[in-house]
């Protein structure tokens, strides 16, 4: 099952999440020039464990970012749109989410 993550209604933000019984930081930055979101995954301590990722609609973001301190599951954004705006997560035209590898259909 998806689980709906907020995303601040600020340029740059971190926000307190338990996935997997894990607790983490995701880092919310507006890049106020190139117009996009990126995120990043942090340990409770600040430590980064996957930084810099661009925030695509509709797209796994975090596939290409696997170690052994992410959470096991992935990232998207549930969204009709195609390019996600500053205000998109917080209008309602867009959801971050996280859904664990368990809840994914993997198979063909």
Known sequence: ???????????????????????????????????????GVYDIEEAPIATSMKILPNCPLSIWHMNSQMPFGEFGVITELERIGRNDFINGKAQFVYIPYADLNLEG
Not at 4 to 13: E, K, L, M, Q
Not at 14 to 26: A, H, I, K, P, Q
Request: hydrophobic share 45%; glycine share 2%; proline share 3%.
């Open 1 to 39: 099952m998806a689980t709906v993550i907020t995303v601040p209604d600020y340029n740059d933000s971190f926000s307190r999440v338990v996935l997997g019984d894990t607790e983490y930081l995701l880092r919310f930055t507006w890049n106020e020039s190139a117009e996009f979101w990126c995120f």
